[in-house]
C-alpha cells in the first residue's frame, strides 16, 4: 500500500465530509429561492465611538477534556496508564487545539492545531504532531477534519506528511448512546495507517493499527465521569510482524477504569 | 448538579423562606402582612435607586443577587402618563451597570444601553433619568450590563394612565416570574459554548429508541428520527438553561415559598405578569379560573377569555380574573420545557394553598417547527412521550400564507448558521410547541386585537427582512448569520415607516425586543393586529410588523434571551 492510497483515503474522508455539508445548513425544502439578498441595510452608518458595550460575543473560552484518563489491564497480565485528551482555546470560529494521547512513560502522540470552522459541524485543522517514546521521535505536518457527522458521529480524519517520505493517516470515529442522562455507552474506533515502514518506531506501513473500545460512565456531574470498559487492538501487516518479532502480541484486549473529567 | 448536596425537588422547588408570604396588591394599601411584607410600590415622579447586592438563599446555597434599593426583585415603580420622571440610579456594584425601561418610549440617551446609549454607569456613579412618559400599562426595567439581567438589577413598572383604568380591578397585582441560579452566568455562558447541551436534560436515550423500535420496527425508530439524526439536533432542545440550573420565582419567591395574592370571592383581580426571565418561557395557568387577557406588552386590547398563556422573556400580559369561590387556587407558570415551574396562590385568607398540577410532558417539536410550511401535516413526529402524538397533529392546520424567505448572502457557507427555511409558516394561530391540541384553551398572536387604532396609518414604504439565525451545537447565534461584531447598523430612515419581516431560521422560539419605538404586530394579511415591545417568532415562523420611525438616535435591536443577546444575536438600529 502507497502512501498514494493513504493520500487518496484521507482526503475522500474530508470531501465526504464536506459533502455532507453541502447537504446540511440545510435548507429546509426546498423551494430554492430567488437570490440571496444583502445582510447590510446600514445607507453607511458605522457603530458610534460610544463606551460601555459588553457583548460576549467576540469573547475566547477555552476547554480542557481528559475523555480517558485510565488503569488498563491487558489479557497477557500487562498493566498500563493511558491518557487520551485535548485542549482548546479561542473564539467561535478558530481555535488553537491540542491533541494528546499515549501511554504513560511510553509511547505518545502530542498534537498542536490551528482549529478553523468550514461548516455548521466540521472543522479544519492544520498544525503538527509529534510521536516520541517507543523509538525515535517523530515529527509532522498535519491536515485533517473534524466534526460530528450525521447520527451524533464524531469524527476525525488527519493526514500526515513526516520527514524522508514518511506519510501517515488516522481516522477516529465515536459515539456517545445514551443509557440514561447519566450513564453513557461510549464505543470509538481508531485506525493508523502508513505510507511507509519505520522500523525504529516498529511501525509497518498500511494499515498499521486499529482499536475499537466500549466505555461505559456514570455522569456524577456532566464534568466527572469515571468509567469502565473494554479496549481491543489489533496490530496488522508489518507492524505485527514487528511485534511478534519482540515476542509482543499482535492481539490485545484490556480492561480499563478510568475517568472523563473537563474543565 | 451532581454533589449539590440537596435534593433534585428541594431545588426545582426552592426553598419555603420562613412561611407564605403574602402580598396585598397595588390597591391594597400597605398594611402589614403575615410571613413577609408586602411588595414595595414606589410612587410619583422623583424616584432614588440604588443597585447593589443582598445575600439571598433559594436553593439551599447561599448566593448574592443584585438588587435595587436592597429589593429582589427590585420595587415596583408606579408613573402617571404625561408625568415628567426622574430617576436618580446610584451604582453600588464593583462593576458598571445600568437601567434600561423596557418598552418604554423616550429619548434615546435616557434609554440605558451601554454603548449605544450611553456608557453606562460606573461603580459608585450616579446617573440621572429624565423624561415624559407618553404611555401606560404594565412594563419593567432591568439592567443591560454584559450578564446582570441574570443576577438580578430588575423590577415592573405599572403606568397609570391619564384618563384613568378602563376597566378597574378591586385587587391589582404584579406577577413577576424570573429564573434564578446560583450559577455565574458568564460561567453558563462558557458551559453553553463548550457543550451546548450541557444543561438538557432531556437528551434521546437508547431505550427510548429501543421502545420506539419494539411499537415501530428498527426501520420505523429509525425513520422517525432520520431528519433529526442527520441534522444533529435535537427535538428536546426546547431551551439552553433549564431547572438543571434554573429555580424559577414568582415575586422573587419559590414555589415552596409560595407567594400568594389575597382577594374577596367575587372580587376582580387583575394580574400583571412579566417575564422577567434571562432565558425561560413560561406557560401561565390557574386550573379552575378562566383568565381575560386585557393588556399584552403594555397596551390594552379586547378581551380574550383562555386557561393558558405563553410568555416570552420580557413580555407582559395583563389578565383580569373573577375568582368566586372562597377556595385557594394555583397561579402555575412551568417552563417550555417542562423542567420546573414557578407558582403562587390567589387566595381569599393567608396560608391557604391549592392543588399543584403536574407538570405536562415534556414536549418534542414538531415538523412545522423545522420546516415551516413544508410541514407535511400527515407526516407527525411520533415517539417519545405521550404528549408527541398531539405536538405532531398538525394535519387540518394551516400553516398561512405561502411566503418565500429570502435569505442573506451571509447565511450561506457560513459555520454559523446550521438550517435555512425556505417557505416559513406565516400563520399565527398555533400557540407553539407544547401546548398544541392541549385540551385547554390557549393565548395565541392570532387572539391579540389592539383596541387603540395604530398612531401611524400609513402603509410601510419598505420591508427589511431578518432571519434569526444560528448554530445550536456551536451556541452560536446571530441575525442573518453575522453576529453583532461582524455586522453594521440597521439604518431607518427618520419618519419613515416600514415592515420588518423576521424569519426564524433555527427551532428555538426567539422574543426580539426593539428599544425605543413600538413593534406593530402584522397579521399574515398584513393587517396590524397588536402594538408590541417584544415579538416572539417561533421556530419556522415568518412575522411582520411594522415600525415608524419618529425616535431619533441609536438603539438596541436584540433577541431577549440573554445567552443568546451576548452571543451576538444583536443589532444596533439608527434612526436619522
Known amino acids: 500500500m502507497s502512501a498514494r492510497w493513504l493520500l487518496a483515503s484521507a482526503c475522500t474522508l474530508a470531501l465526504s465530509a464536506h459533502a455532507q455539508d453541502a447537504m446540511q445548513g440545510m435548507d429546509m425544502p426546498s423551494t430554492r429561492g430567488s437570490e440571496p439578498r444583502s445582510p447590510d441595510y446600514s445607507d453607511g452608518y458605522r457603530y458610534g465611538s460610544m463606551r460601555g458595550m459588553g457583548m460576549s460575543d467576540e469573547s475566547a473560552q477555552g476547554m480542557l477534556l481528559l475523555d480517558q484518563l485510565e488503569y488498563a489491564h491487558d489479557n497477557h497480565g500487562g498493566n498500563a496508564g493511558f491518557v487520551d485528551g485535548e485542549a482548546w482555546y479561542g473564539k467561535d470560529f478558530d481555535k488553537l487545539w491540542l491533541k494528546f494521547e499515549g501511554r504513560f512513560g511510553d509511547e505518545f502522540r502530542t498534537e498542536a492545531a490551528w482549529d478553523h470552522a468550514i461548516a455548521p459541524f466540521w472543522d479544519t485543522q492544520l498544525g503538527i504532531r509529534h510521536d516520541s517514546g517507543s523509538g525515535p521521535g517523530r515529527t509532522w505536518a498535519a491536515f485533517g477534519v473534524q466534526g460530528l457527522a450525521p447520527y451524533g458521529i464524531e469524527t476525525e480524519a488527519t493526514f500526515y506528511v513526516g520527514q524522508d517520505g514518511r506519510s501517515a493517516a488516522r481516522v477516529q470515529l465515536e459515539y456517545e448512546a445514551l443509557l440514561t442522562q447519566r450513564l453513557i455507552l461510549q464505543p470509538k474506533f481508531e485506525m493508523d495507517l502508513y505510507g511507509k515502514d519505520d522500523p525504529p518506531r516498529r511501525v509497518g506501513s498500511g494499515l498499521s493499527r486499529a482499536g475499537f473500545d466500549l466505555r461505559l460512565r456514570y455522569g456524577i456531574t456532566r464534568q466527572f465521569a469515571p468509567y469502565i470498559g473494554l479496549a481491543w487492538q489489533r496490530d496488522y501487516g508489518r507492524t505485527a510482524d514487528f511485534a511478534r518479532e519482540r515476542g509482543e502480541h499482535a492481539h490485545d484486549t484490556q480492561i480499563v477504569a478510568g475517568l472523563r473529567v473537563w474543565f | ?576
Open chain 2, 1 to 576: 448538579m451532581g454533589g449539590a448536596g440537596i435534593t433534585r425537588r428541594s431545588f426545582v422547588r426552592g426553598l419555603a423562606l420562613g412561611g407564605a408570604a403574602v402580598a396585598l396588591g397595588l390597591r391594597g394599601e400597605s398594611r402589614a402582612a403575615p410571613g413577609r411584607a408586602p411588595q414595595t410600590i414606589l410612587s410619583g415622579s422623583e424616584f432614588d435607586l440604588e443597585i447593589g447586592t443582598a445575600p439571598v438563599n433559594f436553593t439551599g446555597h447561599p448566593a448574592f443577587a443584585q438588587t435595587v434599593n436592597g429589593l429582589f426583585p427590585g420595587p415596583v415603580l408606579r408613573w402617571r402618563e404625561g408625568d415628567t420622571v426622574t430617576l436618580r440610579v446610584t451604582n453600588r456594584l464593583p462593576v458598571q451597570s445600568s437601567i434600561h425601561w423596557h418598552g418604554i418610549l423616550l429619548p434615546a440617551e435616557m434609554d440605558g444601553v451601554p454603548g449605544i446609549s450611553f456608557p453606562g454607569i460606573a461603580s459608585g456613579e450616579t446617573f440621572t433619568y429624565r423624561f415624559r412618559v407618553k404611555q401606560s400599562g404594565t412594563y419593567w426595567y432591568h439592567s443591560h450590563s454584559h450578564f446582570q439581567e441574570q443576577t438580578g438589577p430588575f423590577g415592573a413598572l405599572v403606568i397609570d394612565p391619564a384618563k384613568g383604568e378602563r376597566d378597574p380591578a378591586g385587587r391589582d397585582y404584579v406577577v413577576m416570574l424570573n429564573d434564578w441560579t446560583d450559577m455565574d452566568p458568564a460561567r453558563i455562558f462558557a458551559l453553553l459554548k463548550k457543550d451546548s447541551g450541557y444543561f438538557n436534560l432531556h437528551r434521546p436515550t437508547l431505550p427510548e429508541f429501543l421502545c420506539d423500535s419494539s411499537m415501530l420496527g428498527v426501520r420505523g425508530a429509525l425513520r422517525e428520527r432520520a431528519m433529526w439524526n442527520a441534522m444533529r439536533m435535537n427535538r428536546r432542545d426546547l431551551v439552553d438553561v433549564g431547572g438543571f440550573a434554573y429555580t424559577y420565582l414568582m415575586n422573587g419567591i419559590t414555589p415552596a415559598g409560595n407567594w400568594t395574592a389575597l382577594f374577596e370571592p367575587g372580587e376582580r383581580v387583575r394580574l400583571r405578569f412579566i417575564n422577567g426571565a434571562a432565558n425561560s418561557y413560561f406557560d401561565v395557568r390557574i386550573p379552575g379560573m378562566k383568565m381575560s387577557v386585557i393588556s399584552a406588552d403594555g397596551q390594552e386590547v379586547h378581551p380574550v377569555e383562555l386557561d393558558e398563556f405563553r410568555i416570552g422573556v420580557a413580555e407582559t400580559y395583563d389578565v383580569i380574573v373573577q375568582p368566586e369561590e372562597d377556595r385557594a387556587y394555583t397561579i402555575f407558570a412551568q417552563s417550555i420545557d417542562r423542567s420546573g415551574y414557578a407558582r403562587g396562590t390567589l387566595a381569599p385568607r393567608a396560608g391557604m394553598q391549592a392543588e399543584v398540577p403536574p407538570l405536562d410532558p415534556v414536549p418534542a417539536l414538531a415538523m412545522t417547527d423545522m420546516m415551516g410550511a413544508m410541514a407535511d401535516g400527515d407526516r407527525a413526529i411520533p415517539g417519545q412521550g405521550v404528549s408527541d402524538m398531539h405536538q405532531g397533529r398538525m394535519s387540518g392546520m394551516d400553516m398561512g400564507r405561502m411566503v418565500q424567505a429570502h435569505h442573506a448572502r451571509s447565511e450561506y457557507h457560513n459555520p454559523g448558521v446550521d438550517m435555512r427555511v425556505d417557505m416559513p409558516r406565516t400563520n399565527l394561530d398555533d400557540p407553539g410547541v407544547g401546548l398544541r391540541d392541549n385540551g385547554r384553551r390557549v393565548l395565541t398572536y392570532a387572539d391579540l386585537r389592539a383596541i387603540e387604532a395604530p398612531s401611524d396609518a400609513r402603509e410601510p414604504g419598505r420591508e427589511v427582512e431578518l432571519h434569526l439565525t444560528g448554530n445550536m451545537e456551536r451556541f452560536v447565534w446571530s441575525f442573518d448569520g453575522m453576529k453583532f461584531s461582524d455586522a453594521t447598523p440597521i439604518r431607518f430612515r427618520y419618519g419613515e415607516r416600514l415592515r420588518i419581516v423576521l424569519v426564524n431560521d433555527t427551532m428555538m422560539n426567539h422574543p426580539i425586543h426593539l428599544h425605543g419605538m413600538f413593534s406593530d404586530l402584522e397579521n399574515e394579511d398584513g393587517e396590524v393586529v397588536a402594538r408590541k415591545h417584544t415579538v416572539n417568532v417561533q421556530p419556522a415562523q415568518r412575522v411582520t410588523y411594522r415600525v415608524t420611525a419618529d425616535n431619533a438616535g441609536r438603539w438596541a435591536y436584540h433577541c431577549h434571551l440573554l445567552y443568546h443577546m451576548e452571543a451576538g444575536m444583536f443589532r444596533e438600529v439608527v434612526v436619522a
